[in-house]
């Protein structure tokens, strides 16, 4: 269905070739100044047509807030907003009406309800991720009440991989490329590639990273809302998230008990910067253990898959089942990573603020 | 909380050492004849001392079933079911009642809650598994009325990991070993591996992988609730698990599009064996696209860190924020992945019947 | 929370005097034909300004429907939809600014989020109940498919109750007048009372029935979401709501089961127009055994108080506990009755659509 | 579906001659107390065979609780909790096998799920309300750090309503005589009635009033999860509800504004025991507006039917559709009202627990 979320929850609808698309944020807690600097910022962030590494499609994303804001101050009840969709080329799309792009939810689409608005992707389509972005920004208002900080980065573009352990210095840099990849010189390598493969007509994968700090101990509700199982599902309803991992992730496989427990010591004079009792040297944990944050820095990884859209011919069946090629005309990212990254956070603090209001109910 | 699952749901209660864990399944549909031998042979694969690869607690895991079925039959009523706990050495915790052990839940909870039971990890013990393996094993009943088969296998330890490609003549080599893993070599090598790690009071992690196989096309429910995100989140809200990907997983982030993309042609004379228009070439996708299922097989990994639990002595603190030392006397496995593979089943089926029942809902 | 239903399920959004109200539907079954024009009709049954009786708030009340519709059809994606605010006189409610009205939800909203909107009754308005009217004529659209048919109807106004059984000739004559009752005579009675109480500034109540036909058998879903208690939590939902009561309701505590039992008897011949094997000789139980429905006609009645908002004065306090004098200057309905029949019936068709869904999921 | 409540939520199993009955109780705060005498004590309130105004069925109803407990202090685990079935005859029913009794759920349940168990009821017997009862103790017990009191009592039998206003020291007199009416005299009254009707072999249906009192202002969720929304889907789930109003409920129909709206004063000096600003001269509302308590007492009704199984003989169909003599052989309350005073109180209890613990997330 169309809703993340148990207190705070978001409800998106529309299509990219649609008048608008839009959403329901309820829950948002009442009392948060609006930051529009904030939200607008957010939006740019995601928004195609940032940069010659993004869609050529050019869309303001203006959001229209309608509801839940009086005197620029959340009021608790729900925040309605919509996006107009101001520059489809719907034409584009004539020719895909009766094909099944390969690797695409056209095929699946059809099969599920029998109909599909095909023109751009129809609801499949990236731009949904425009709602989700406009409640990651509410999210992240409350959130900063708190001291919680989301940063997300692209740590990975096709074979060429961030290799520097991140540091505060290096955050301030992310937004500086259009890449948003920490490590300028890494970046440049990056963008080269991606333009590369896009001089090729073709696509390419990457992974984005996350850390969340200032993060309270006690989030998460286990058994099976564990803050990781919540945190995965949130990212792997991203369009193209192929795989999701949190601290020491995958490579854990590999390793043994004795390598990656996460040691306590005392948290003498608050050294970590807040009033835990206990802190750890080391966060193979990635910031959870038993599904509940322990206050350490939340890290995970969100790997994408190349963008389906090809702008090379390839074979595949229209809706009758006979073979035909397929070349797109409209206009696509050649990576998505790069408009990723403020998806990535704003999932992130959906889920965050979420988990945040529901642990004030685990005690009496 | 402590539910999955939406039509078909399950929400489990029990500690390690109270007198017993168990849950209701709700929504189980009706008519369906409960094999009673395929719960059993679940619960035996999933259960506590059942080789010299796990722990040693020796618990027969007998379920009792107090509801929802008749005659043999499931009515569509919830399912009350219940293990007892029989063999529990709590004595063997006492002397970790007031230690927080270092990448255990022991801190989490008690930041959150102010209380855990900490006999044998209380409620973030694995022994909580079970109850999923019993859901797991009602949804696959019902699953097989429409010839969906779920299998789960080690793909890797350590360092070893299974590199043939999965047939179905290895698929049933799975079982004969202790480790799981359906090539024989290599599932020696693993063993070895395990038992030398036990040897050194060390422990080690892996990976489970899965596929599904026969699953119809157009189940998933996006935006939120695509399929790779409701199993992603089911995986992810396992004990020790650190990462999912399905398809082509975290390798695509490095790959091409030309490269994954998995080209439509017909499928003439429904040579896949079911009724579908189309099938795909190949299958990086992993049998879902758009986040609904595609009719080739889903193929997903989860991977799972080294056990906490280490017989060697680890500094940590106690509940009063000093600096003690640490070490477990209680019956640990030196590797989860053998007993995950039938918890990573469970969590599969559980998911693909909860998302069948309500693709029902998707047309008038 | 803001939304209802499981797998047809509307979240709506807005306030009274903010720039617009509207929702999101999720979950409309795909395939169905858009009746664009039972959606307005069924706006102008439920639009302020109507008649003398309701009111003089003008509001067209168009709605722009924004996605889940391709060419005439629902797609199965969500609908977002809106309803722009055109008139309101929100200086009306300056004076209130700093007023709790007695009965109205000023002060626990206040109290609840501490601050609100106080224009109109902000989030608190009726109006909100448009949106609900929206996904009401959505899902009968769906319900015709399956020849359900909901009719609701104004029962009592005042003390002037409708003393006759429900014909379907009767049916026929609720939207003659604007009071909604299916008897003329008595409806005359009822307008001229509601005129006599506005000439007052004073307000009153009423009730509404409802009457659902053609439902199958086999709705609802034991043992917490059985087809009355989703009813009546629908029905108490709506503004100014106090009572609800199915079948022969409150007046069955004074009868004996004898009296009350409904006896099945062989539908000889499909005498009730559908296929069940039986059908009962009486409809005490108004359609509903054992939280399921049984094919009979389910009947129930909502009860309204009288309009808080009176136009004569009131002491009251301020948002200070100050004792102040209270006295309306915006437009209200003397009565709600009349339009709330409409409002009832969507509700109705929220939940019936919702639970027909379910309905589908509950044999193998 | 069997579960209710976002935050406390209870879901139940079982079926009336099944092995057993309970269910798990999920979200209660951690840090209560556990008062094992209230729950016993709750217990016998709705046990059967506690008065020959009820069943003859014998049932202890010992409640064991499995989990969520530790050092007889809540957890904030999930309680799973079990009541073993010790004193079925299902012989009783065998008649019944084949039969759908005339307002029971047999028929229903039939056509619904195309088998049930039809011994005792199976699911649908009113033996399922004491895993609810078992919450209702929990919720209670949370319930008591805040000052919140639940009570309930028998307001109607038959034709005998209590007529008298309910007082402090009324209340003390309610659980003294096996009716539980306040009154003495009007419950010896109603003991005569339902004793005389189950003499007749027939039944009896009647009216039970709940007060809440010290609830705190501000719970409630609207627009949908309004307080008095909740409490109706509460009630209305209970067997043999057929109605719910609240505050005058629906004698707010045949009046007017003037006459039932809640005038605000000053809350001088406290004057009420809590630190509101105001409160009100009367209580027309019934504790509740917006659908947010405004901390005043809570009040509202239920309407129970009489019980539709009869000693006497009745006309039916059996499963076939043929025309047969119904005559139950079974125990049954001739009146269901005196033991459904706790289960009222239980889900009213459930409900609230729910809402106080949502209330903490409505700000920042």
Known sequence: MNSIGNLFRLTTFGESHGPAIGGVIDGMPAGVKVDTELLQYEMRRRRPGQSNLTTARNEADMVEVLSGVFDGVTTGTPIGFLIRNTNPHSNDYDNLKHIFRPSHADYTYNVKYGIRDHRGGGRASARETASRVVAGAFAKMALKHY???????????GD???????????????EKNAVRCPDSVTAARMEQLILSVKGEGDTVGGIVECRITHCPAGLGDPVFDKLQARLAAAMMSINAAKGFEYGDGFAMAARRGSETNDI???????QTGDDRLVHTLSNHSGGIQGGISNGEDIRFRVAFKPVATLLKPQPTTDTDGHIVMSQAHGRHDPCVVPRAVPIVEAMAAIVLLDTLLSARAARI
Do not use: C, K
């Not at 060429?160 to 992310?174: F, G, R």
């Not at 306590?264 to 608050?270: A, L, M, Q, S, T």
């Open 147 to 157: 001291g919680i900080r989301i940063n997300a980065w692209t740590a990975q573009v």
């Open 160 to 174: 060429i991989a961030l290799e520097s352990e991140m540091t505060e210095e290096m955050l301030a840099e992310t």
């Open 264 to 270: 306590f010591v005392p948290n003498n004079d608050g």
